[in-house]
């Protein structure tokens, strides 16, 4: 929303001062006619429409012919083209958001809430998302052969078409994306797509000359493209061969429009979603749609529809800023946006005509450079929301919040003294040590290192760890996990701030959440700065489980949230400032490219064990329930998998994991399995338990699983289950006794629905992603 404003702030000033300059630079105009005429004398294409509109002062150019088959026609600035993929984005996106506005479509479900034979064969994970932004991992187009023809034997080709690999993991463009998208619209709006995004998008806006199957009486300003397979020259009738088998209504192409409707389609989009007063879709809608939604660990950088950095980015030209956005179209057909400037570039052409010949492509680039050069008194250069470029040989991934305090030169640390809480999770996506990188930054004096539990360097296990000097900057290295919990005042009193860069797992006993706390309060009392270097959350960040409310606050639950809370090490920093009422002054230095659902692995980011028996994103995932367990029984500490299996010496492992396969647990499976942990609870003794087997690790509920074993425990083991231990960490009495009492796991969850809807509410509040 706040750059929404921006951008609309822009616009006013832009426009404000528009009147102290010339609308477009001359010899840029003049630049772009030339370079359209020299392509036009080379019959490629035979015509083209241009026009480039800046801050509401518009330029259009038309040059050479609209068809040459069976008679010349000369191009005019009226004529209608075959937009090919520009229907993705200007029919059918626009459809599925302004359903998506109205709460008809949620863009985080599975296709298949709406398409319900869209399952089997890894359809199942695929979401709207990734159809919008061609990361479903389908194959581009449906094939020819064997011959087939209707809407309907399109669409179940489409939805029996099987991805080539998981969602989310690479970019492709794909036709069969927008083709299932289109058939979404339909089966949620009641309305074919065509109806509803005339009644939705192009009437609101007055584009009058936009349409599917265009009428008999349109003919004659339509450009023709190529002969279709009986040689009948296409005018007015569908290029793409997939939709025309389908009856020239589709998702992916079909829709034919002029460079004037487009102008106003763009002027929407930039307008934040309304025009002359028509509102077509919100402010936080556009904003999704133009800036990057694709993984952090996807090379390609694509909004919703809208293309921003990929290989189908020539429109961009050299000169536009990389954070502007458009789309292509098969035929010749491009539109590009650049928020920052208030500027769009139409181009319009028939490419294929009348041969099925030619190529724009470079054509595009020529285009979008010289438009850009056409606007005067905008510094492209420097664009403050331009995207980093990206190198080819760089690995893509998520940035936690060091990596983004390094891209920009420690700037929100600049001559500060900083005292560093930390410890070896600190670190950037290079696995280079926090400590290291603000010891040697030029831009900060780093004056203190504070250490957490496990210690500096995460490789303590035990109750107290006492004050040290770190070895390689000789900085001292403070305790919060000995004497005190808390930095003391007379180690902060040489300190303009406090730093915290410490990895979380999502869990609300998980103890370095309580060190944030502590610290964050301290800071506050001594009046310094709290920053958080923010990391993502392992186990993501849209799952909450778990009773929200505890019956005290102790270091193992420093704050009324959920066990598994859904969130990250700032948003968590923010609540706790703002309902504690502490009073710091917090920054949160922010994630960059982090989704909410994205698990660990999707990051793109090194795994760095966050203490000694955390040693994967599994046990991480399993640890909110498991954990709930390790004071009663062996939780697989000292064993080379902690948390992925769990048992004790009286356990018969046979009958146990049977008792838990008959409970159904959602994405979740156990094996039998006899063990002898070196460590904890039952050292050094043999004990028959279970392995934990992830199944489906969105459909896991941890928490409930790990009361659910509780039960178990308790029906089979009465007298040698310590079920009282199991109070420690949950830290619900009412819970306790519904597990005593042998409830139902299903039940015993549902009871604390109430708190985590409650919690909910507070968490939408400090959301940060």
């Known amino acids: 929303m706040r750059a929404m404003l921006k951008t609309l702030c822009c616009y006013l000033s832009l426009t404000l001062t528009l009147a102290a300059q010339t609308a477009f630079d001359p010899a840029g105009l003049k630049e772009m006619d030339q370079l359209i005429a020299k392509a036009v004398a080379k019959k490629n294409p035979n015509g083209a429409?241009?026009?480039?509109?800046?801050?509401?002062?518009?330029?259009?150019?038309?040059?050479?012919?609209?068809?040459?088959?069976?008679?010349?026609?000369?191009?005019?600035?009226?004529?209608?083209?075959?937009?090919?993929?520009?229907?993705?984005v200007v029919a059918t996106l626009p459809s599925v958001m302004i359903l998506a506005d109205q709460g008809k479509i949620d863009i985080e479900a599975p296709v298949s809430r709406y398409l319900k034979e869209f399952v089997g064969e890894g359809r199942d994970l695929i979401c709207v998302r990734?159809?919008?932004?061609?990361?479903?991992?389908?194959?581009?187009?449906?094939?020819?052969?064997?011959?087939?023809?209707?809407?309907?034997?399109?669409?179940r080709r489409a939805t029996s078409s099987v991805p080539e690999g998981p969602?989310?993991?690479?970019?492709?463009?794909?036709?069969?994306?927008?083709?299932?998208?289109?058939?979404?619209?339909?089966?949620?709006?009641?309305?074919?797509?065509?109806?509803?995004?005339?009644?939705?998008?192009?009437?609101?806006?007055?584009?009058?000359?936009?349409?599917?199957?265009?009428?008999?009486?349109?003919?004659?300003?339509?450009?023709?493209?190529?002969?279709?397979e009986l040689g009948q020259m296409l005018r007015g009738v569908v290029h793409d061969p997939t939709s025309r088998r389908m009856g020239g209504v589709t998702g992916h192409a079909g829709l034919f429009t002029t460079a004037a409707d487009l102008a106003r389609y763009a002027r929407m989009i930039l307008g934040g979603g309304q025009l002359d007063?028509?509102?077509?879709?919100?402010?936080?809608?556009?904003?999704?749609?133009?800036?990057?939604?694709?993984?952090?660990?996807?090379?390609?950088?694509?909004?919703?529809?809208?293309?921003?950095?990929?290989?189908?980015?020539?429109?961009?030209?050299?000169?536009?800023?990389l954070g502007s956005f458009g789309h292509t179209g098969f035929t010749g057909t491009s539109l590009w946006m650049d928020p920052a400037s208030q500027s769009f570039v139409v181009f319009l052409s028939s490419r294929l005509h009348p041969e099925g010949g030619g190529s724009v492509r470079d054509l595009y680039e020529l285009v979008g450079t010289a438009a850009a050069k056409c606007i005067p008194g905008f510094d492209f250069k420097n664009v403050a929301d331009a995207l980093p470029k990206r190198d080819e040989k760089e690995v893509p991934t998520v940035l936690n919040g060091i990596d983004v305090l390094q891209r920009d030169d420690f700037a929100a640390l600049k001559d500060l003294r900083v005292g560093l809480i930390t410890n070896h999770t600190g670190m950037n996506v290079q696995r280079e040590n926090t400590i290291d990188l603000l010891h040697e930054?030029?831009?900060?004096?780093?004056?203190?290192?504070?250490?957490?539990?496990?210690?500096?360097?995460?490789?303590?296990?035990?109750?107290?760890?006492?004050?040290?000097?770190?070895?390689?900057?000789?900085?001292?290295?403070?305790?919060?996990?000995?004497?005190?919990?808390?930095?003391?005042?007379?180690?902060?009193?040489?300190?303009?701030?406090?730093?915290?860069?410490?990895?979380?797992?999502?869990?609300?006993?998980?103890?370095?959440?309580?060190?944030?706390?502590?610290?964050?309060?301290?800071?506050?009392?001594?009046?310094?700065?709290?920053?958080?270097?923010?990391?993502?959350?392992?186990?993501?960040?849209?799952?909450?489980?778990?009773?929200?409310?505890?019956?005290?606050?102790?270091?193992?639950?420093?704050?009324?949230?959920?066990?598994?809370?859904?969130?990250?090490?700032?948003?968590l920093a923010k609540m706790m400032n703002t309902e504690r009422k502490i009073g710091a002054d917090l920054q949160v230095i922010r994630c960059e490219g982090w989704k909410r659902d994205l698990h660990y692995d999707e990051t793109g980011?090194?795994?760095?064990?966050?203490?000694?028996?955390?040693?994967?994103?599994?046990?991480?995932?399993?640890?909110?329930g498991v954990g709930l367990l390790e004071f009663s029984i062996s939780v697989g500490r000292g064993t080379e998998t902690p948390f992925q299996v769990l048992g004790a010496p009286y356990v018969n492992d046979l009958r146990l994991a049977y008792e838990l396969n008959k409970l159904g647990l959602p994405g979740l499976r156990f094996v039998p399995v006899k063990f002898k942990p070196t460590a904890s609870v039952f050292k050094d003794e043999q004990c028959g338990g279970v392995r934990l087997i992830i199944t489906d690790r969105d459909a896991l509920e941890p928490v409930a699983a790990g009361v659910a074993i509780g039960v178990t425990f308790q029906k089979l083991y009465p007298s040698s289950f310590a079920l009282s231990k199991v109070g420690t960490l949950l830290n619900h009495a009412k819970l306790l006794e519904q597990i005593k009492a042998g409830r139902d796991w299903r039940s015993i969850a549902e009871s604390w629905a109430a708190e985590t809807a409650a919690f909910e509410v507070r968490r939408a509040a400090v959301l940060l992603y």
């Not at 919100?282 to 996807?298: G, H, L, P, S, W």
């Not at 990391?535 to 949230?561: W, Y």
């Open 441 to 571: 930054s030029k831009e900060v004096k780093l004056v203190a290192l504070f250490s957490p539990e496990h210690g500096i360097r995460g490789e303590l296990d035990q109750e107290k760890i006492t004050d040290s000097k770190d070895k390689k900057t000789g900085l001292p290295v403070y305790s919060l996990y000995g004497e005190t919990r808390s930095p003391k005042p007379e180690h902060l009193k040489d300190l303009d701030a406090l730093v915290f860069d410490i990895q979380d797992i999502g869990c609300r006993f998980y103890t370095y959440i309580s060190t944030l706390r502590l610290s964050m309060e301290a800071a506050a009392k001594a009046g310094k700065k709290f920053i958080v270097l923010d990391r993502v959350n392992p186990i993501t960040g849209v799952q909450v489980e778990g009773p929200a409310v505890v019956d005290e606050e102790k270091f193992t639950a420093t704050h009324a949230i959920p066990i598994r809370h859904g969130m990250t090490v700032g948003e």
């Open 167 to 228: 969602p989310n993991s690479f970019f492709r463009y794909s036709d069969v994306n927008f083709i299932l998208l289109g058939e979404v619209v339909q089966r949620v709006s009641g309305k074919k797509l065509d109806v509803f995004a005339q009644d939705m998008v192009f009437k609101p806006l007055k584009m009058t000359s936009t349409r599917f199957t265009p009428p008999a009486d349109w003919r004659s300003r339509i450009a023709p493209t190529e002969r279709d």
């Open 277 to 321: 007063g028509a509102r077509v879709l919100t402010t936080e809608t556009i904003q999704k749609m133009q800036t990057v939604q694709t993984a952090a660990t996807v090379f390609e950088r694509r909004g919703l529809g809208w293309d921003i950095d990929s290989s189908y980015s020539r429109p961009r030209g050299e000169v536009f800023p």
């Open 605 to 624: 980011l090194p795994w760095q064990n966050p203490s000694p028996n955390m040693r994967s994103p599994e046990a991480a995932l399993l640890y909110p």
């Open 49 to 88: 429409v241009v026009l480039l509109e800046h801050c509401g002062q518009t330029q259009t150019l038309v040059k050479g012919a609209r068809a040459l088959v069976p008679v010349r026609e000369e191009m005019t600035a009226d004529t209608i083209f075959d937009a090919a993929s520009l229907t993705k």
């Open 130 to 155: 990734h159809l919008l932004t061609h990361t479903s991992g389908l194959k581009p187009g449906i094939p020819r052969e064997p011959e087939w023809t209707g809407y309907a034997e399109g669409i």
